[in-house]
Structure formats: structure tokens, C-alpha cells
């Protein structure tokens, strides 16, 4: 487990934030039928038509959507990180 280790960033206001890692679940063979989160902040500009996307691509995939139109992701809860199988996180600016 990589909980030990903190990653510093600035987002794009410049303000600097800690991030801990860790894994969120073991590696899958197939994402069809699991649980994942897409979690993404910023402009929706390129993250709708990827939602789409990938939605059409993978229609077995049970996708769980968190959005946040500010600088900072939407944290997942406890449960969340306990349930998911996979996590597609990203920032668009």
C-alpha cells in the first residue's frame, strides 16, 4: 500500500494541496460488469463527450459520476473507495 507516501501539486490557481495515495482495488482482466467512479473537476468541456464515450464503449460497466465545475475533485467516501472497482479521476481546464 502506497498510503505512506503524500504527493504535494498546485491545482490551477496555484494553491498547493497534499495528496495521499493509495491503491483503490486490486487490478481486474475485465471492467464489464464492475463498479467505476469517473470523478472530474473543472470545465465540462472535454469530460460530457469522454462520459459518453466511454458509456457507449463499456455499456456493462456500472459508471458512478462525481463532478465538481471548481478547482478541487469531489473526494470519495469511505464507502466508495471500499466498493469500487476502478476510479477514472482527471482535471479539465
Same mark, same amino acid.
Given at each position: ?10 491545482? &490551477?490557481?496555484?494553491? &498547493? ?24 473537476? /473543472? ?13 457507449? =464503449? ?11 465545475? /471548481?478547482?478541487? &475533485? ?10 469500487? =472497482? /476502478?476510479?477514472? &479521476? /482527471?482535471?479539465?481546464?
Amino acid at each position: 500500500m502506497a498510503s505512506d507516501r503524500v504527493y504535494k501539486y498546485r491545482n &490551477q490557481v496555484n494553491i &498547493q494541496f497534499p495528496v495521499n495515495t493509495l491503491p483503490l482495488a486490486p487490478q481486474i482482466r475485465t471492467i464489464n460488469g464492475k463498479e467505476i467512479h469517473f470523478s472530474i473537476c /473543472g470545465e465540462p468541456d472535454i469530460s460530457i463527450p469522454l462520459e459518453k464515450k466511454l458509456r457507449g =464503449d463499456y455499456p456493462g460497466v456500472k459508471w458512478k459520476m462525481k463532478r465538481n465545475y /471548481g478547482a478541487n &475533485q469531489v473526494p470519495l467516501s469511505d464507502e466508495e473507495i471500499e466498493t469500487a =472497482d /476502478g476510479l477514472v &479521476q /482527471g482535471v479539465a481546464w
